[in-house]
C-alpha cells in the first residue's frame, strides 16, 4: 500500500532563509505525487505534482521539490522564505483510482 | 469563475441533530470528493462521486451520506451527528482519472465547513 510520511509536523525558519519540508513515500511502483499549502481558513491549494518527466519540479511562488527514488522522497524546496510562506504544507501521493493519500502536514512558521 | 463553493462556513450542532453541508463547482469537473480534515491527520476521505448518479465510500463513510444528482453538486449530509464528527470537511473536485495527464486529477478544493457537535 502506499503510504506519505511527512518528517516534521513543525518547521520554523526567518523570512529570507531557505525552507525544507521532508516527505517521504512507499510505493511498490512509481508514484504520483503533490504537494499542497493551505493557507489559514482557506482550502488546499495545488503546489506542484510530480509527472515523472522530470525529477525536479517547479511549482508556484518559487517553490520545488525533487523527486528522488533512492531515498524515495520528494522534499519541498525554496531558496528563501517570504512571511507569506507561513501556511501548512501538505505531501500528497496517488495510489490508484481516485485514491488520494494525504500526508499528516507541516506547519511552516515564518518569523521576521 | 467561483470553483467549488461550500456552505455553511461554520456551523454547531447539538447531538443527534441533522443537517447538510452543500457543496456546488463550476467547473463541469467530473469527481468530485469529501474530505474531513482532523488536527494533526491529514485529510481522510469520506465519499467520493465519479459522476452524476455514482458515488462510492472513501475511507471513513460511517455517519454521512451524499448523493449527486448534478454534476454541479455534491451534497455531504450528516444524520445524527455525533462529537466524533466535529471537524473541518473539505470538498473537491477533479476533471478527470489519473493517468499520464496528471493535471486532470489535480484537486480544486473549497474554502471548507467548520462543524461542531456538542
Known amino acids: 500500500a502506499q503510504s506519505v510520511t511527512q518528517l516534521d509536523s513543525h518547521v520554523s525558519v526567518s523570512e529570507g532563509t531557505p525552507v525544507l519540508l521532508r516527505c517521504n513515500y512507499s510505493?511498490?511502483?512509481?508514484?504520483?505525487l503533490f504537494w499542497y499549502v493551505q493557507h489559514p481558513n482557506k482550502g488546499l491549494q495545488l503546489l506542484l505534482k510530480?509527472?515523472?518527466?522530470?525529477?525536479l519540479v517547479k511549482g508556484i511562488n518559487g517553490f520545488e521539490a525533487e523527486f528522488k527514488k533512492s531515498e524515495t522522497s520528494f522534499h519541498l524546496t525554496k531558496p528563501s522564505a517570504h512571511m507569506s510562506d507561513a501556511a501548512e504544507y501538505f505531501c500528497?501521493?496517488?495510489?490508484?483510482?481516485?485514491?488520494?493519500?494525504f500526508g499528516t502536514g507541516t506547519r511552516l512558521l515564518v518569523s521576521p | 469563475n467561483a470553483g467549488v463553493t461550500q456552505t455553511p462556513k461554520f456551523r454547531i450542532l447539538k447531538i443527534g441533530q441533522s443537517m447538510t453541508l452543500q457543496c456546488t463547482q463550476d467547473m463541469n469537473h467530473n469527481y468530485m470528493y469529501w474530505y474531513r480534515q482532523d488536527p494533526g491527520m491529514g485529510l481522510k476521505l469520506i465519499y467520493y462521486s465519479v459522476g452524476a448518479g455514482i458515488t462510492d465510500k472513501g475511507e471513513v463513510p460511517n455517519g454521512y451520506n451524499v448523493s449527486r444528482s448534478t454534476t454541479e453538486d455534491f451534497p455531504l449530509r450528516l444524520e445524527l451527528a455525533a462529537p466524533s464528527q466535529t471537524s473541518v470537511y473539505f470538498c473537491?473536485?477533479?476533471?478527470?482519472?489519473?493517468?499520464?495527464?496528471?493535471?486532470?486529477?489535480?484537486?480544486?478544493f473549497g474554502a471548507g465547513s467548520r462543524l461542531t457537535v456538542l
Open positions: 473537491a473536485s477533479s476533471y478527470g482519472l489519473a493517468g499520464p495527464n496528471l493535471g486532470a486529477n489535480v484537486l480544486t
Open positions: 510505493s511498490s511502483y512509481s508514484p504520483s
Open positions: 500528497v501521493g496517488l495510489t490508484g483510482f481516485q485514491k488520494l493519500v
Open positions: 510530480y509527472t515523472s518527466a522530470a525529477t
